[in-house]
């Protein structure tokens, strides 16, 4: 299935695989005391992790063998796909605390944002490689991609669904400056792109207000109690747990008090039962995982997988970062989840996937000389395409 797969990056593995199967410990102390009150038990939720989890390995291991350029060349319609799904969900997905972000399959409920923003970036990984040439030029080189980046966040941003639509804008942006378009262009329409969504958050007032509630801003009292609620529980998770934690299953937040203790909010948890040190080794485990994408990428045998390891981990070092910091007061409340820990199943099975691909493109680093990285299906005339030939 793959060209070669030379060996297991156990240095990304073993750290994924430990914070997936941690997690199921983690998510069912967090879940027990709501899933008995909504669901009568408290094995509910933390079953229904485990499967997912497990789904999430499947995928880890499945991509894992499958050679990352057969997915590449499916990128494009993986992304149409993609961005159907977005389209759908707007008009007959399925709605969730005010936002319509769910397709129900009815023994699944898939978020296809989850799909897009992977899809994204494998597309843009492909025209990256194949642009390189001309990636100066903004109308053949850095359109394109603007293009794309642009259609998803947009359709993200109407679920809506804000905190995602900026972190997906914000992996566009560093893939294309790691792609090395021109920054004068990606400096200029970055602005742009922020300028835009500012202007749709003082329209849509919840994220203005969120913000102004985080930083003391707000003058009303109501709306700093019900936005920054959240925050106070996290903190004060984080106080009890002090430096060694009060002891696994011993959270006392997370018993109705802490609203998201098994999603949003996980690391808090982890924080008021395992301490300062429980937290800051989930922290150092999120570091290794970075450090290793980094040699991958570094070591990667063509420009494809260079740009598609630096995009995966990106996503995974921005959601784990967000995360921590929005629970430990450092950022307003996002709605982000904690990477392969929070609660959730198309999250988990994505990223599961996302992992695989970054082990198939580490087992085939030395299969092409480091003085041949490929360039993927290169044209071969001197003429630049069209703005989407590809």
């Not at 359109?143 to 794309?148: N, V």
């Not at 942006?173 to 742009?192: A, E, P, R, T």
Request: charged share 15%; glycine share 10%.
């Amino acid at each position: 299935m793959g060209k070669r797969i030379g060996h297991i990056d156990w240095y990304i593995l073993l750290p994924i695989v430990g914070l997936m199967f941690f997690s199921i410990a983690f998510v069912y102390s967090a879940s027990a005391p709501f899933a008995e009150l909504k669901f009568g038990s408290k094995e509910t939720l933390f079953l229904s992790h485990s499967i997912r989890i497990g789904l999430g390995l499947l995928a880890l291991l499945f991509f894992s063998r499958i050679d990352y350029h057969l997915i590449a060349k499916l990128s494009k319609f993986l992304l149409i796909v993609a961005i159907g799904l977005l389209v759908f969900v707007l008009f007959g997905g399925e709605e969730v605390k005010g936002a319509s972000r769910w397709v129900n399959l009815g023994f699944f409920r898939f978020q296809p944002s989850e799909l897009a923003k992977y899809a994204l970036i494998l597309h843009l990984s492909v025209l990256l490689t194949k642009k390189q040439d001309y990636i100066k030029d903004f109308k053949q080189g850095m359109m394109p991609l603007l293009i794309w980046s642009g259609i998803v966040t947009f359709l993200i941003l109407l679920q809506p669904n804000h905190s995602t639509a900026l972190i997906i804008l914000v992996i566009s942006i560093s893939m294309m400056f790691i792609g090395n378009v021109n920054l004068f262009h990606l400096g200029g329409l970055s602005l742009v792109g922020f300028a835009i969504l500012t202007s749709y958050a003082i329209v849509a007032k919840y994220p203005i207000q969120r913000v102004s509630a985080f930083l003391g801003l707000s003058k009303s009292t109501e709306v700093v109690e019900v936005f920054n609620y959240q925050l106070q529980q996290s903190l004060i998770a984080l106080g009890n747990g002090g430096v060694i934690g009060l002891g696994p299953g011993q959270s006392r937040q997370s018993a109705l008090f802490l609203p998201e203790s098994y999603g949003d909010f996980i690391f808090s948890v982890i924080g008021e039962e395992y301490g300062y040190i429980g937290a800051a080794i989930i922290i150092i485990v999120f570091l290794i995982i970075l450090w290793r994408g980094m040699i991958v990428a570094k070591n990667a045998p063509d420009l494809l997988g260079y740009f598609l390891s630096c995009g995966i981990i990106i996503t995974l070092s921005i959601y784990a970062l967000v995360n921590a910091c929005v629970n430990c007061g450092l950022l307003p409340t996002t709605g982000l989840p904690m990477p392969f820990i929070s609660y959730g199943g198309t999250a988990v099975i994505f990223h599961g996937a996302a992992v695989g691909v970054l082990l198939n493109i580490s087992a085939q680093a030395g299969v092409y000389p480091k003085d041949e990285k490929q360039v993927i299906e290169e044209p071969d005339s001197e003429e630049q395409p069209t703005l989407f030939e590809e």
